[in-house]
């Protein structure tokens, strides 16, 4: 049994929060919602009345917050100020690669190891303790942040340095956006072709154009598996979430001066989604504004 301090409890955290208490670790979580703290309360985790009350004994600190400006506050003004020396910090949130070297060497400075361990998997798989995580930490320290993660996980995976975890899942994520845009366009050309879509599903499924996007997370509502398009784009990975990522990534490609035009353009065109008041349908709902339809979905705002 490990003593965790827990800071962030929303709509990732929460569930993450009860699976390392469901594993028998001693959970104290803080959020700055009281709603939040008493979900996380209900679920076998101790409530905290501040940041600094959750870590002073923790031996390991998990964060899972909005994003950049949140951990560094977080971590600068409590975290590395009241845990104790020798606790393992691991952020799990999806931050810019730049906070997250930037915490990890406050962090070394003042004698801690820090990890960035962002996550792919959505609500769902936060709940369910399925989430794959990307780890960038110096290498001596994975296997203590992994046996860490382990409760919450289905796969941990290194990646890499500090920032390398973050680097990975905004890389994946802009491929993610840019695939779904392809496939979403090929499903609207194919319809003003008269090409049936569960045809096309079929052909494209199991040849060249193949991928995630396609073959598991089908955006034509009853073509495929079950996805967020038979529920009407609800309760999968917002549009607006995705917009968070590929801005991340157009920011890292800009300070680091790769070229990355399919990336650009799939941040405008979710960017444009998102201003039409899109933001909180499941990202894959793309697909009826393509097709020139938007109206065939209800307006949700995140
Ligand atoms: P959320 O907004 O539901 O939760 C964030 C929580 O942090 C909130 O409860 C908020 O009150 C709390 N918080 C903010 N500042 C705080 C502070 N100073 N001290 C204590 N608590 C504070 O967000 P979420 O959906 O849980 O996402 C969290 C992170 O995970 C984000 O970085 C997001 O990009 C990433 N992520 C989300 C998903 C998803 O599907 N929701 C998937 C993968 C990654």
Not at 13 to 41: C, P
Not at 58 to 81: C, S
Request: hydrophobic share 45%; with cysteine; proline share 5%.
């Amino acid at each position: 049994m490990a003593r965790i301090g827990f800071i962030g409890l929303g709509h990732m955290g929460g569930g993450m929060a009860a699976n390392q208490a469901r594993a028998q670790h001693q959970v104290t979580a803080f959020d700055l919602s009281a709603e939040a703290l008493r979900r996380a309360e209900a679920a076998g985790c101790r409530p905290a009345a501040s940041v600094a009350e959750a870590v002073k004994d923790a031996e390991v600190v998990i964060t899972m917050l909005p994003a950049g400006p949140h951990v560094r506050q977080v971590f600068e003004t409590d975290v590395l100020v009241h845990a104790p020396g020798g606790a393992l910090l691991i952020d799990c949130s999806t931050i810019d690669v730049d906070s997250a070297r930037h915490v990890a060497g406050r962090a070394a400075e003042a004698g801690f190891v820090f990890a960035d361990a962002p996550v792919s998997g959505g609500i769902m798989a936060a709940d369910a303790g399925t989430l794959t995580f990307m780890v960038g930490c110096p290498e001596p320290h994975y296997a203590a942040v992994k046996a860490a993660l382990l409760p919450m996980a289905k796969a941990v995976v290194y990646a890499g340095d500090a920032g390398a975890g973050q680097a990975a899942k905004i890389c994946n994520n802009m491929l993610l956006g840019v695939t779904m845009l392809g496939v979403c366009e090929a499903f609207a050309l194919g319809e003003r072709l008269g090409l049936e879509p569960e045809r096309f599903f079929d052909i494209a499924s199991q040849s060249s154009g193949s991928c995630w996007s396609l073959n598991t997370y089908c955006p034509w509502p009853g073509v495929g598996p079950s996805t967020p398009a038979d529920r009407d784009y609800e309760g999968g990975f917002l549009a607006a979430l995705m917009l968070k990522d590929l801005k991340l990534a157009q920011e890292a490609a800009s300070k680091s001066g790769a070229a990355t035009p399919l990336g650009a353009q799939a941040e405008a065109l979710y960017a444009l989604f998102d201003r039409m008041g899109y933001g909180g349908k499941d990202f894959s709902a793309v697909l009826q504004w393509m097709r020139g339809r938007p109206e065939a979905l209800k307006s949700g705002v995140p």
